[in-house]
């Protein structure tokens, strides 16, 4: 299947800061991305679809001036998440799509302290 | 009508045996139905999908069962083994909609030996 990979896997920060969060199609061309947020025993919840020159599109609920994403290229898709709090420590995972098909990256861990 | 139903919340099965996760939906406009597997701190994995056009479809040991008119569709597990033990995802999608996912809640699996 295809290959996603995330950079870093996983990253401690203190509250206040920047965190930027990489996703990478290591095999193929993805015009787009999806960035999910995942509660420990929860299912996967979808922040924002990425596509690749163009602005990204936000669910309901989700905050764009803090949760940055930025697709400059056909194989990378990168969140940022802007002024973190404890409250933003979490498990967060992208994937992207081949035709109608979804391959997952392996996910960063977040943890705001 | 977005939502997609899975049960059980959690299963345990003991080696050798069959494992049932079933699932079940609202909106007829879905058109693909992959299901996940996640282990522990990893992102989530395809096992398997299907399309609504077929009743069934069989991947070494595991099996989608599609029903059409009732909007349900489940994921068996055949002879499970130990190491099939993780978290389960059924999911639906629509490609006109972006193929976005609208993911169940989650079967954790455990196959004792």
């Known amino acids: 299947g295809a290959v996603v990979s995330q950079h870093p896997s996983r990253v401690i920060c203190k509250s206040g800061t920047s965190v930027k969060i990489e996703c990478r199609s290591l095999d193929f061309q993805a015009t787009t991305m999806f960035w999910y947020r995942q509660f420990p025993k929860q299912s996967l919840m979808l922040m924002a679809t990425s596509n690749e020159g163009s602005k990204a599109t936000y669910e309901q609920g989700v905050e764009k001036d803090k949760f940055l994403i930025n697709h400059a290229s056909l194989t990378l898709s990168t969140l940022t998440v802007t002024s973190a709090h404890p409250e933003d420590s979490s498990f967060y995972i992208c994937?992207?799509?081949?035709?109608?098909?979804?391959?997952f990256g392996p996910g960063t861990r977040l943890l705001v302290l | 009508q977005q939502q997609v139903k899975q049960s059980p919340q959690s299963l345990i099965v003991q080696k050798g045996g069959i494992s049932i996760i079933n699932c079940a939906y609202e909106?007829?406009?879905?058109?693909?139905f992959p299901w996940y597997q996640q282990f522990p701190g990893k992102g989530p994995a395809l096992l398997i999908a299907i399309r609504p056009d077929v009743s069934e479809k069989k991947e070494g040991r595991f099996t989608i069962s599609f029903n059409k008119s009732a909007k349900q569709f489940s994921l068996h597990i055949m002879d499970s083994q130990p190491g099939d033990s993780a978290t389960y995802f059924c999911a639906a999608s629509m490609y006109t909609s972006g193929s976005r996912l609208t993911f169940g809640e989650g079967t954790q699996l455990t196959v004792n030996p």
């Open positions: 909106n007829t406009a879905f058109d693909y």
């Open positions: 994937s992207a799509i081949i035709t109608e098909t979804q391959y």
